[in-house]
């Protein structure tokens, strides 16, 4: 149940949907990315990635010093419904600024 609850209050941002949207259009994204990208401090975006990642939607690879969000899967059938529902909302997404690559 906890993780349900969880699941269902990090889609309650407007910022976290709009993040989960982004990512999961762009596969894989260094935090510095998404940062300039949301034109956001790292400490927000950095609470923000981690109550998707708690709630279960996202993943994390460290690669050197870097952090790189995607989406987690397998997704359950509730985290897979709402990413499809996600996809089809009319959402003004910031244009991708690319900081880093992957090594």
């Given amino acids: 149940m906890d993780i349900f609850l969880k699941s ?10 709009k993040i989960l949207k982004f990512i999961n259009i762009h596969d894989k994204c260094c ?10 401090i790292q400490s927000r975006l950095s609470r923000h990635l981690k109550i998707l990642k708690e709630a279960g939607f996202l993943r994390v690879d460290r690669v050197g010093r870097w952090a790189y969000y995607s989406i987690r899967t397998p997704l359950d059938e509730f985290r897979q419904a709402c990413i ?9 997404l910031p244009k991708l600024i690319k900081v880093c690559e992957a090594k």
């Fill in 31 to 40: 935090v510095c990315d998404l940062e300039n990208s949301f034109d956001m």
């Fill in 8 to 17: 269902a209050s990090a889609l309650n941002d407007e910022t976290r949907v």
């Fill in 84 to 92: 499809k529902e996600i996809m089809t909302l009319e959402i003004d």
